[in-house]
């Protein structure tokens, strides 16, 4: 089982110009090396059978009627493979030349797919040879029978949900509307690209950049393969550059000026939940399908060991400069909510529940730079510690060190008296420590910020975030509750680079000091006494670890996928990390609490977003509060 995933391949054979026979065995050992590898989907360059730079003898019969013979004996060959080739070669058709790919498979030839688009400048000189393709697919002869040829043609595996592909040549994807386009609206999930692309230089970087945006802009894999050396040197080198995109990503590059077979995994479902998510993904009209054929054949993949990365922290780009500068740009997407909010409100002061933990530390960084941007004094914030019965002094130190050294006020106001005057009178027995003894600490403390914030004529800045969030990990009307949420759409995963790269970049060596040990400091609400001294409430051992929730976070909410294929993809990402057992159990923590906690989610304060994840209930996550998780834990209780 590969769980929606196939194996692809770009391949450049080394050919001989004008000489079918060596290319058509060139092509074959290509194939045994594909199969080898589990090739579901192999994709040769334009007119590989004969060489693209044949020029005039395009014209002479001898060349044409080889090449079709040694078609013939490849689609005899392909009998014994399991995949689906696309190789191109010159087709004679009516008394005209057509520049084609042929879509083959195990003993058949399913169609011809002609080249639209001729290019006729610089270099190339293809309208002395070829005709454009003709748009709807008619019959041609072959064998004994027929198949179709026309550029609409997609190509539908009816063993493999969700992969349908179509084909373009070369200069087709060039132009400013591919025909690509309206394959991929007519349901193509996979674009293959037979191409001849001479090297020049700074050629190749756009090359990349041309696959890698058509892919995104059809939400589509793209195979991209490339004539290489062979090709004749008269006037051109070709590089062989090979390339495999998925949705704006490239998964494979081949090195140039040589002979690199690359090979990908496509993620068929990912590709099929973008464009369900996406509204304005388009479609063609009644009149345009009526342009297009179908052909259906049946493949069963073979069962691979996955090769494709997946990242075990989605949210977290695992390149350094790429992450410094992802972090910048969300620090400036939370200091503009806010700056606004304050702008707005006429609010001159912001008041922050300042605890020592991350959470709390990274909104308190954020807000110092809003102030900044604003021309306020730092000293107009208004940082409050309130110390209680889970207070440690490692957290009280740091926060009252970080709030010096940002230069924001700092005020103390001890709570343990309030809390159990409070729990008097309810008649609570303080020396329960149960939900009811946790929670009074926290709605007391938003009761204190609240209040002081009418007092200074200020903002309550909510520290809460997104990981929590999605957990329910907050306090109804307590943590829970801000005049706006800084962090509302930054996973605690992420939270934690943020607050790491702020440290490396303040030139401040007693606030970095403060920072990198906020960074050590176990998550924590502390609620609960402490023991020894030391934090005796860690979060993450009774909800689980961050890491595993936020990849979880990401894929039920970005794809919406089947559990059974997020626990596949979690165990792939964090093999050797955790154990399957493990990551099952923690997945079923994160579906019954993401579903049981709604309620919490469907009443938050405003806040921005800052990723394609985020659980706003005015934006990406509208979701009943009273929504069933049968379904998906039923799925869960399944695997085994």
Same mark, same amino acid.
């Given at each position: ?104 498979? &195990? ?27 003709? &748009?709807? *697919? ?8 027929? =198949? ?111 002979? &690199? ?33 179908? =052909?259906?054949?049946?493949?069963? *993949? ?11 922290? *989605? ?18 997407? &939370? ?182 040990? =906020? ?36 894929? =039920? ?84």
């Amino acid at each position: 089982m590969n769980h929606g995933f196939v194996r692809v391949c770009a391949a450049t054979p080394k050919i001989q110009v004008a000489d079918p026979e060596f290319n058509g065995n060139e092509i074959l050992k290509l194939m045994e090396e594909g199969r080898d590898h589990h090739a579901f989907l192999m994709v040769f360059p334009e007119l590989c059978l004969t060489g693209y730079t044949c020029n005039d003898l395009f014209w002479h019969a001898p060349l044409l009627d080889k090449a079709k013979e040694t078609l013939k004996k490849l689609v005899d060959a392909s009998a014994d493979f399991p995949m689906l080739l696309f190789v191109g070669l010159p087709w004679e058709y009516q008394g005209k030349l057509y520049n084609v790919t042929a879509a083959v498979c &195990q003993g058949q030839l399913l169609g011809l797919v002609p080249k639209t688009h001729l290019p006729n400048y610089s270099e190339f000189y293809e309208m002395r040879h070829f005709t454009p393709g003709n &748009q709807r *697919p008619v019959m041609v002869p072959w064998k004994d029978g027929q =198949v179709p040829m026309g550029t609409n043609l997609l190509f539908q595996c009816d063993s493999v949900p969700g992969l349908t592909i179509g084909a373009e040549i070369c200069e087709d994807v060039w132009v400013p509307c591919p025909p690509s386009i309206s394959h991929a609206m007519a349901g193509a999930t996979v674009i293959v690209n037979c191409s001849a692309s001479d090297e020049t230089v700074g050629k190749d970087s756009y090359r990349m950049s041309l696959i890698s945006g058509q892919s995104a802009r059809l939400v589509c894999g793209y195979i991209y393969s490339n004539a290489g050396e062979g090709e004749s040197t008269q006037d051109l080198v070709f590089g062989g550059h090979n390339i495999i995109a998925e949705n704006g990503t490239m998964l494979a590059v081949s090195e140039r000026f040589g002979h &690199q077979t690359i090979y990908a995994d496509l993620d068929l479902l990912r590709l099929n939940s973008e464009r369900r998510r996406m509204t304005t993904y388009g479609q063609l009209t009644p009149e345009q399908l009526e342009t297009y054929q179908t =052909v259906h054949f049946s493949l069963q *993949p073979e069962t691979f060991e996955l090769k494709r990365f997946i990242d075990p922290s *989605p949210f977290v780009p695992s390149d350094e400069q790429e992450r410094n500068r992802r972090c910048e740009e969300i620090l400036s997407i &939370q200091a503009c909510g806010l700056k606004k909010r304050l702008e707005h409100t006429h609010a001159g002061h912001a008041v922050i529940g300042i605890s020592g933990g991350l959470d709390s530390t990274l909104a308190l960084l954020v807000t110092a730079r809003v102030f900044d941007m604003l021309g306020i004094p730092r000293d107009q914030i208004h940082a409050v510690t309130m110390p209680c019965f889970g207070t440690t002094d490692r957290t009280y130190h740091n926060a009252c060190v970080m709030t010096e050294k940002l230069g924001a006020s700092l005020m103390e106001v001890d709570i343990r008296n309030s809390v159990m005057q409070h729990f008097a009178d309810i008649g609570h027995d303080p020396a329960v420590h149960d939900v009811t003894y946790e929670n009074g600490q926290a709605r007391e403390r938003t009761q204190v910020l609240m209040d002081i914030a009418n007092q200074v004529g200020g903002l309550v800045i909510g520290t809460g975030d997104m990981s929590e969030l999605a957990l329910g990990w907050a306090t109804y009307n307590g943590d829970h509750m801000s005049m706006y949420g800084v962090n509302v759409s930054v996973p605690k995963t992420l939270v934690r680079h943020l607050v790491r790269y702020y440290a490396d970049t303040c030139k401040e060596e007693e606030l970095r000091t403060v920072l990198l040990d =906020v960074l050590d400091t176990p998550v924590s609400p502390e609620l609960l006494p402490p023991e020894d001294g030391v934090i005796s409430q860690k979060t993450e051992d009774l909800v689980g670890p961050y890491q595993l929730h936020d990849f979880y976070l990401y894929y =039920v909410l970005r794809f919406g996928y089947h559990p059974e294929r997020i626990y596949y993809l979690a165990c792939y990402a964090f093999q050797g990390q955790y154990d399957k057992e493990t990551i099952l159990k923690w997945l079923k923590t994160f579906y019954r609490r993401f579903f049981s906690q709604q309620f919490k989610r469907s009443c938050l304060p405003d806040g921005p977003k800052v990723g394609s994840v985020a659980v706003s209930p005015r934006g990406d996550l509208r979701m009943p509060s009273d929504a069933c998780s049968r379904v998906w834990m039923e799925e869960l209780e399944a695997i085994r």
